[in-house]
Nanobody, 117 residues
Framework: QVQLVESGGGLVQAGGSLRLSCAAS????????MGWYRQAPGKQREWVAG???????TYTNSVKGRFTISRDNARNTMYLQMNSLKPEDTAVYYC???????????WGHGTQVTVSS
């Protein structure tokens, strides 16, 4: 069973930056797509960004131009560089590996990001 461990969250002022990491317990070479989600208090979990094994990336509109998703297959790690952070980016951030419809997606435990105004 693949395990994902996020790190890098914390408290930052608006306009600041953080870099999140998601370390996998197995090789991610053959994993087609990985992604980041976030869940703010009282809100549903939302998709933030995704990256394929070839490095193609996609982002939700609210983070385009500010966040950058990347992956290092040699280190079995995915990253989320977050710049120009806003208070509305405050959430628990989760990394995700989607599975087939008959299987549960793989999730990390999450890392808290808090942006103060």
């Amino acid at each position: 069973q693949v395990q994902l461990v996020e790190s890098g969250g914390g408290l930052v002022q608006a306009g600041g930056s953080l870099r999140l990491s998601c370390a996998a317990s197995v090789s991610i070479d053959s994993i087609y797509i990985m992604g980041w989600y976030r869940q703010a208090p009282g809100k549903q979990r939302e998709w933030v960004a995704g990256i394929t094994d070839h490095g193609s990336t996609t982002y939700t509109n609210s983070v385009k131009g500010r966040f950058t998703i990347s992956r290092d297959n040699a280190r079995n790690t995915m990253y989320l560089q977050m710049n120009s952070l806003k208070p509305e980016d405050t959430a628990v951030y989760y990394c995700n590996i989607p599975q087939s419809p008959s299987e549960n997606d793989i999730w990390g435990h999450g890392t808290q990001v808090t942006v103060s105004s």
